[in-house]
Every structure is written in C-alpha cells, then in structure tokens.
C-alpha cells in the first residue's frame, strides 16, 4: 500500500476513530482504519454511556464539540438501529451544588424537589439526555464507514512514520495507544470499570454527582440490560474486571435502586479512560504529510466524537 491506494488513514476504531472516518469518508477521501484492537475491546465499548462533557478541557472548545454531537446524536435517536435513545431520568449530589452550565442544552432540564430525590440527596437535576447503547452504536458506525466505502483492518502500528507512508492524511484516533506512538507522556489512563446486569424495569437514568471521587454511582437503563457504574481510578492500567470493586458497584446502585440487589450479573466490562489536560485536535507535518492528532477525550469520547471529527474533516 502507499500514498497514491488511500487519501486518509485514521488510526484507532473507537468511537473517535470511526466517526471521524465516516466524516472524512462523507467528504470524498478513500478512507481505511488501522485498529490495534477490534472495536469490542475498545474502551468506546466499555463505556455507559450517556451524553455530557465529563472532566475534560479546554472549555471553549469542549462547548462546541459536545453541543455538535449533541445535535447528531438528537437526529439518531429517532432510529432505533444505531442504538441511541433520549431518556430522563436525576443527576443528584449528596452536597449542595450548582448545576452543570451545561444543563440549559438539555430537553426538560429543571431541579429537582426534595421529594424527588433518593434519601440522602440534598440537590439535584431532571432532564433528557441521549443515551447510547455502545455495542450497538458501534456496530451502527462500522456499517456507516462501509457504506461509505470505508474499511477496517486489525493492524497494530508502532509509529506514526509508518503511517505517513501510506497515506497523505493520517488521522491519529489511538486512545490511549496515543501515550506510547506520538508520544505524549501528559496521556494517562483513568481506569472505568461497570456492571451490566438484567434490568428489573428501571426506565430511567440516574447519575451521582461525585466530584473527582474515584467511586462512581450511576444506572443506565439499556432495553432488558442495565449498566451499573462505575470507577475512575487514575494511573490504573488493568483491564481485566475487579470481583471486589464489581460488588461495590452493585451496592452502591442498589442503596438507590433496591431492586438491584438480586439483579443477574450478565457482563463486566473495563475500560481505560484516555486523559490528559486537554483534549487534542491539532495539526502537524511528518514527512510531507498531515496528521491530525484527536485523542486525550477523557470519559468524554461519545460526547465530543462528532464535534471532533467535524473540525477534523473540515476542508482547509
């Protein structure tokens, strides 16, 4: 293969990897995807997941990013086959705090009552917000990037020369893979962990506000599934699923939810947050070709996938 086969190469198949490739696809350019990994074992896979900029930098642009997808993400959940649905349900704080600047974006946003919240709650916030079946929604994205004469190959690359020589654009979407082909020692993994278990009726979200706590508590509702989280542990590298921090998960859910005690354990999924102080979507020349690094998203890579792929393919 060399530069005259393709016009963009777009490394990583997460959710960053794969919307940025149909973007550049939708705008003419023979596109291939060079994936370490298949998409199941992608951290895009682990994920929840639901719409909201999640600890991640710099806020201007953040903004932009996430309203962009927001709006896609709105036109997708009119199709059920992509996997995106808009549910409600409370995000709430055991704390007196304000609410998210981001909450106005939202449909039906407004506090709660008192009465509203599960005990121990002192604040908290109704709205509806795009939830996405990952599995699904990838599956949906892979079938989107075909359509579009897009292809994907399992190919790890062990350096960004390599890329460049076979194609004119490179599009860097590695993840955490990013820390170790640029290299960008300011990329740290913040390790996710959650439970699926069999829903026992819960039709609605709902998300604690925790702060920078390493313990996360949320549930959300996926069809006959529920996906119960979670952690945030930064530095961690371990991708295979903890019995003891699973278990917590679960009972810090079912103080809540009680009808989650005796809930089926069905699936356990980790994955590694791919973090640094800001989100990077910037361009440089190697060897007299572009690549464009969009990696470092956080646990923000579903909310700011199209707004990043946007600015990505925009021509120049």
């Known amino acids: 293969m060399s530069r005259t086969d393709l016009d963009a190469l777009v490394i990583g198949a997460g959710v960053t990897g794969l919307t940025t490739a149909i973007c550049l696809a939708k705008a003419g350019l023979r596109v291939t995807i060079w994936a370490a990994e298949p998409s199941h074992r992608t951290t895009s896979y682990a994920a929840g997941a639901m719409w909201g900029p ?10 932009v990013w996430s309203a962009q997808t927001l709006e896609v993400l709105r036109q997708l959940a009119t199709d059920p086959a992509t996997g995106v649905r808009l549910v ?12 998210p600047e981001w909450g106005d974006q939202l449909d039906g946003f407004r506090m709660c009552e008192p009465s509203e919240l599960p005990s121990g709650f002192a604040t908290g916030w109704r709205y509806t917000a795009p939830l996405v079946d990952m599995p699904v929604y990838l599956g949906y994205l892979r079938g989107r990037l075909k359509a579009a004469g897009g292809e994907i190959a399992i190919r790890r690359i062990n350096s960004l020369d390599e890329a460049v020589s076979v194609a004119p654009l490179v599009v860097n979407c590695a993840g955490m893979g990013a820390r170790d082909l ?3 020692p300011d990329l740290t993994p913040i390790r996710g962990q959650l439970v699926v278990v069999e829903n026992p009726g819960v039709t609605e979200f709902f998300s604690e506000d925790t702060g920078l706590s390493s313990d996360l508590l949320h549930f959300y509702p996926q069809g006959k599934a529920l996906v119960l989280g979670g952690t945030a542990q930064p530095g961690e590298w371990n991708r295979e699923p903890d019995p003891g921090i699973a278990a917590a998960i679960v009972a810090r859910c079912a103080e809540v939810e009680p009808r989650l005690r005796d809930a089926r354990v069905v699936e356990h999924r980790v994955g590694l947050r791919p973090t640094r102080p800001y989100v990077r979507v910037e361009e440089e020349q190697l060897d007299g070709a572009r690549v464009i690094h969009n990696y470092g998203h956080g646990g923000a890579g579903l909310t700011l996938a199209w707004g990043c792929a946007f600015e990505v393919a925009r021509p120049t």
């Open 182 to 184: 640029v290299p960008d």
């Open 88 to 99: 409600s349900g409370v995000e709430a704080s055991r704390e007196p705090v304000e609410p």
């Open 54 to 63: 999640y600890l991640v930098e710099p806020v201007d642009r953040v903004r």
